[in-house]
């Protein structure tokens, strides 16, 4: 505290107060202050309040001058300052409108946005001043129904977690129907006073208009299996994503922003450069052409100036850029042989795109070589290494389309961190050449070597010549109406690739994912098929869920937790916790260089444990494997390695569990 009175007495700079101020709660006696110069709020601004004409007339001012009545009779002031209160609301929120040319909406959030402000007891021109700060800066534009910050949210979502964004797109759940209320008003529309007051101190600290996307990112991760709990029950759903915010205090708070910067640094940041402007800029002209680029997006964009710069072939364009933590990505080029052959990036996977309808078997084969390559370059800690599988084409529409069939095809199996470069292989030989052009190592663009390529040929390479749209626009045609029908029926006949036998074989025989079943499964004697390498894939990554391990361990459905280590079939060992809830068994994974936090690499049904076993000379060495029962036959699918110092505890608990589950299942039955 004392630290902080003397930074603001001394009008210390901006980057010194926000490290202050970073991981410590704000005093409330000095929250004003602070968020004032966070805030870059200023009362002697152009169009401020003692410029207000006094002149109430706008076109709902009825509506406007009810809701402020309403506002002022929630609070516990006394009866003259809420007259006080009253007038000064009416007036911020008219010169408000007056000064921006717009209407009055009462669904907009305002009044929410106001709660914490009046809280501070501030003077009416400083709280419009506030006011006026956090509209401009920090509440995106666009949260409608088919906005550009709708379309970004769920773009995220899908790059994160694509089974859940999979099940909302099913169930018809628009990201607006549930985050639009949480992105007008910053949660204070949706949680108490003092958590949204602790969680404004993080927001105006870190100062990332973003931070928003990824709090309510988290949010609905963290609710996946409550939220998946009720398929086909849309208004539940949406009663239970309405709930979350609800259940935050003050002290969650630490954890949930922590969280949100968390999975914001596991995002490709092209997107922040990109939309910007359209969501907190000032100048709306481009909203609608990125409107258009969102809406049609595959996947998560990614721009070609943050694929070379972690490629380490361009430099980071800003000292910010420079000092973050880069993404490493898993680059895959899908364009045809003789074009990769042709000149192609040092450490990118070649997948001819294709291959998915002219060779499915052999497709097959070349994504099972992908997982495999990549999961080899990540433990090596290779340059190729990456858990951010990113594609590209040749950049051109009527060829990419095979791309994003590949694309399509990896997004329907709920691969995670999956990206597209924006412009294809086209935009990266263009970046390059523009590169040495502005370093002056040439002084024209003409016949100009692109460093940083492998085994270029100019005479071959269709970006150095001109005859490129000729030769693909004979595929445009054909490839539109293939894609067409990859995306209705994912797989058909034509593709060789087995089909789910949902008459004779248990859905459960196939190799389980957080307990649900494989969308596309396959027999069992057809081990090392493209679906199980995929799922072996998802279930062994590293990279599922981040969660904070204090705020799992106090979860009200956790029976107990035990100290222990995963043991994976390479023989690693990682330190984790073993959870056990009355119907799931959870190992959080910890973070060897983020204490604190921890990843899901485990989330079983309890009913799906069909035997637990421990060795006679090591009992603290169980094995929990899964399957289901067919007929009198026991068909194990899975299986956990576990070392639990409390191994003993912990099986009789899971024992315990599956015992009253069944008794449960008996009584009802």
């Known amino acids: 505290i004392l630290a902080l009175e003397g930074a603001l007495q001394e009008q210390c700079s901006l980057h010194d107060l926000r490290l202050i101020c970073r991981s410590k709660s704000i005093p409330d006696s000095m929250r004003g202050q602070v968020w004032y110069r966070l805030l870059g709020s200023s009362t002697g601004s152009p169009d401020g309040l003692e410029r207000f004409n006094e002149i109430f007339d706008l076109a709902n001012q009825s509506k406007l001058r009810e809701d402020c009545k309403i506002f002022v009779e929630k609070l516990d002031n006394e009866e003259e300052d809420k007259v006080s209160i009253l007038s000064d609301l009416e007036s911020l929120v008219t010169h408000y409108c007056k000064t921006r040319h717009i209407n009055y909406d009462p669904n907009n959030g305002w009044m929410h946005i106001l709660t914490p402000l009046v809280s501070l007891k501030l003077p009416k021109n400083e709280l419009y001043s506030y006011f006026n700060a956090i509209l401009d800066s920090y509440i995106p534009r666009q949260c409608h129904f088919n906005g550009v910050a709708m379309h970004l949210f769920r773009l995220l979502l899908l790059y994160h977690e694509p089974e859940l964004c999979s099940f909302l797109d099913s169930h018809k759940i628009a990201p607006n129907l549930y985050t639009q209320k949480w992105f007008l008003s910053l949660f204070?529309?949706?949680?108490?006073?003092?958590?949204?007051?602790?969680?404004?101190?993080?927001?105006?600290?870190?100062?990332?208009?973003?931070?928003?996307?990824?709090?309510?990112?988290?949010?609905?991760?963290?609710?996946?299996?409550?939220?998946?709990?009720?398929?086909?029950?849309?208004?539940?759903?949406?009663?239970?994503?309405?709930?979350?915010?609800?259940?935050?205090?003050?002290?969650?708070?630490?954890?949930?922003?922590?969280?949100?910067?968390?999975?914001?640094?596991?995002?490709?940041?092209?997107?922040k450069r990109d939309y910007h402007q359209a969501l907190f800029g000032e100048d709306e002209s481009d909203e609608r052409m990125d409107l258009l680029v969102l809406s049609q997006a595959l996947c998560l964009p990614v721009s070609v100036q943050e694929l070379l710069v972690s490629c380490h072939l361009l430099n980071p364009p800003t000292k910010s850029d420079a000092e973050s933590r880069a993404l490493r990505f898993f680059l895959v080029d899908c364009r045809p042989a003789e074009q990769y052959n042709a000149g192609h990036l040092p450490t990118a996977f070649h997948l001819d795109s294709n291959l998915m309808l002219t060779e499915p078997q052999?497709?097959?084969?070349?994504?099972?070589?992908?997982?495999?390559?990549?999961?080899?370059?990540?433990?090596?800690?290779?340059?190729?290494?990456?858990?951010?599988?990113?594609?590209?084409?040749?950049?051109?529409?009527?060829?990419?389309?095979?791309?994003?069939?590949?694309?399509?095809?990896?997004?329907?199996?709920?691969?995670?961190?999956?990206?597209?470069?924006?412009?294809?292989?086209?935009?990266?030989?263009?970046?390059?050449?523009?590169?040495?052009?502005?370093?002056?190592?040439?002084?024209?663009?003409?016949?100009?070597?692109?460093?940083?390529?492998?085994?270029?040929?100019?005479?071959?390479?269709?970006?150095?010549?001109?005859?490129?749209?000729?030769?693909?626009?004979?595929?445009?045609?054909?490839?539109?109406?293939?894609?067409?029908?990859?995306?209705?029926?994912?797989?058909?006949?034509?593709?060789?690739?087995?089909?789910?036998?949902?008459?004779?074989?248990?859905?459960?025989a196939g190799k389980l994912y957080r307990?649900?079943?494989?969308?596309?499964s396959i027999d069992d004697d057809q081990d090392g098929g493209i679906e199980t390498m995929l799922n072996n894939y998802k279930a062994d990554a590293p990279n599922q869920e981040l969660v904070a391990i204090s705020s799992w361990l106090k979860r009200p459905d956790v029976i107990n937790s035990f100290r222990c280590h995963e043991v994976k079939e390479s023989g690693h060992a990682f330190p984790s916790y073993l959870l056990i809830t009355p119907s799931h068994l959870y190992a959080l994974r910890e973070i060897e260089d983020r204490p604190g936090f921890a990843r899901i690499s485990v989330n079983r049904s309890l009913s799906s444990i069909m035997k637990i076993t421990s060795k006679k000379r090591h009992p603290e060495f169980i094995t929990f494997k899964y399957g289901n029962i067919k007929g009198e036959e026991t068909i194990i699918v899975d299986l956990d390695r576990f070392v639990v110092p409390q191994a003993g505890d912990a099986v009789k608990l899971v024992k315990l569990q599956l015992f009253n589950n069944s008794s449960a299942a008996n009584a009802n039955s």
Request: charge should be negative.
């Open 188 to 271: 204070a529309a949706s949680s108490n006073l003092q958590a949204v007051l602790a969680l404004w101190d993080y927001y105006f600290i870190r100062g990332d208009p973003f931070l928003i996307f990824f709090l309510s990112l988290v949010l609905v991760i963290n609710a996946k299996d409550e939220i998946m709990a009720h398929k086909g029950e849309k208004e539940r759903i949406l009663e239970t994503i309405a709930e979350l915010p609800q259940q935050m205090e003050a002290g969650d708070i630490h954890d949930f922003c922590s969280l949100a910067v968390l999975y914001s640094a596991q995002t490709p940041f092209s997107y």
């Open 362 to 508: 052999a497709f097959s084969v070349a994504v099972q070589a992908l997982l495999s390559s990549q999961k080899q370059s990540i433990a090596a800690q290779s340059a190729a290494g990456g858990e951010h599988l990113v594609f590209f084409g040749s950049g051109r529409e009527a060829e990419d389309q095979y791309v994003h069939m590949v694309v399509a095809f990896f997004l329907q199996r709920h691969v995670q961190f999956v990206g597209l470069v924006q412009g294809g292989f086209s935009a990266v030989h263009q970046a390059l050449v523009a590169a040495q052009i502005e370093n002056g190592v040439v002084a024209t663009s003409v016949s100009i070597e692109p460093v940083g390529l492998i085994d270029h040929n100019p005479s071959l390479c269709l970006v150095c010549t001109t005859d490129f749209f000729g030769r693909m626009r004979s595929k445009s045609a054909v490839v539109k109406d293939k894609l067409l029908d990859y995306i209705v029926n994912p797989i058909s006949a034509g593709d060789n690739e087995p089909t789910p036998n949902t008459g004779g074989k248990s859905k459960g």
């Open 515 to 520: 307990n649900i079943a494989p969308v596309f």
